[in-house]
């Protein structure tokens, strides 16, 4: 079972008062030998997270907005880390397969082996367009690129000179002359939800991170929805004589009770008690807290190994960002689950799965 997070970036993140000072001041000078608070939060929650025992970073990529580029921000940070890794996001339609190619082995050797790569396949054609890039939004082809994307990077990473003659990428005996840091080239990890994305994902992925159907209204039905989706994908995989490994990212914060957990999460999300935000915030948290990882120590720990025992290896966590919630992950959740060996922790019992989150609706988690 391994432990993951998202870097702190505006687009993933609420409940920062850091990450809002750094939107508001994105587009003036820092002062003098300032830096960016957002990298600082960064590099503070991440390297506590690394000391907390957490496994993977994931370093989302959004260009048009106040983040800092992911690559940038993911190979600062890993200069800072010693055993976790990144994971850095990469949308096809923004990046040639040759250049991440010679950008991830780059970053694998200054890591140590550390280092993965979040394919990307949705998009935002306001972004690309903006970016240079080519969406593709409409038919499936976005899914062929990215088949065709990871064929060169895996390609490029064992031989040189490579070639390579696909519908989206032509490379005539490419030479690269830094190969990644280890024998195992770096993991790749997708989502999709659509029939031709799943089957990109049982073809290409080492990883694919889950998501339930939006009609889930309870955390019960959020489990039945995942058990279906790893049933399909590891039919699909074996088919293709390949295994894909199985992460799923749920919303955590601790309380009391549930209860005491729900209003916790309130005010984390919004610390300023700001009404005119809150609405907006509980649309965009509110679908990963289905997910049932809201509530005691012991609940949430229950609902984690339940979801352990269904395949899912990875737990990309979501939370406000600060070094008091990683080190609460690091007392409730990891300490305790790696430090018992047998399986005997308490289940969720069935009354539990069947709680509402709050803030429930249908719209995308952050």
């Given amino acids: 079972m391994q432990f993951g997070l998202y870097a702190p970036v505006p687009h993933v993140t609420v409940g920062s008062r850091e990450i809002a000072a750094s939107v508001a001041g994105g587009q003036k000078p820092l002062a003098a030998d300032q830096v960016d608070p957002a990298f600082i939060l960064a590099k503070d929650v991440l ?39 990144s994971m850095v996001a990469v949308h096809p339609g923004l990046w040639h397969p040759t250049l991440i190619a010679k950008m991830a082995a780059s970053l694998d050797r200054l890591s140590t082996g550390r280092m993965a790569i979040n394919l990307v396949t949705g998009w935002n054609v306001e972004e690309h367009k903006m970016f240079g890039g080519d969406d593709l939004p409409y038919n499936d082809d976005r899914y062929v690129r990215a088949e065709e994307f990871a064929d060169v990077l895996r390609g490029m990473w064992r031989e040189t000179p490579f070639s390579y003659d696909g519908r989206f990428y032509k490379v005539d005996k490419a030479q690269l002359l830094l190969k990644p840091a280890t024998v195992q080239p770096p993991e790749i990890f997708t989502a999709s939800r659509s029939e031709r994305g799943l089957d990109m994902v049982a073809g290409i992925a080492d990883w694919w991170f889950l998501d339930y159907d939006k009609g889930a209204e309870t955390t019960r039905d959020v489990m039945d929805s995942l058990q279906k989706s790893i049933d399909r994908m590891r039919e699909k995989s074996a088919a293709r004589g390949r295994k894909v490994r199985f992460a799923f990212n749920p919303f955590v914060t601790f309380g009391s009770s549930r209860e005491a957990a729900v209003e916790r999460a309130m005010k984390l999300v919004t610390p300023d008690g700001s009404d005119a935000d809150t609405r907006k915030l509980l649309n965009r948290i509110g679908p990963a807290t289905k997910a049932g990882c809201v509530g005691t120590p012991d609940q949430v720990r229950a609902q984690v190994l339940a979801y352990r025992d269904m395949g899912v290896e990875l737990f990309l966590f979501k939370f406000v960002p600060s070094i008091a919630e990683v080190e609460a992950i690091r007392d409730e959740i990891i300490v305790p689950l790696r430090g018992k060996k047998s399986r005997e922790a308490s289940r969720p019992s069935p009354s539990s799965f069947e709680t509402r989150p709050f803030g429930a609706s249908q719209d995308e988690g952050f």
Avoid: K, N, Q, Y
Wanted: proline content about 0%.
């Fill in 47 to 85: 390297l506590a997270a690394e000391a907390a025992g957490f496994d993977i970073i994931l370093f989302a990529e959004r260009h048009l907005g106040a983040d800092m580029e992911a690559w940038i921000l993911g190979s600062a940070v890993a200069s800072w880390t010693t055993t976790i890794r």
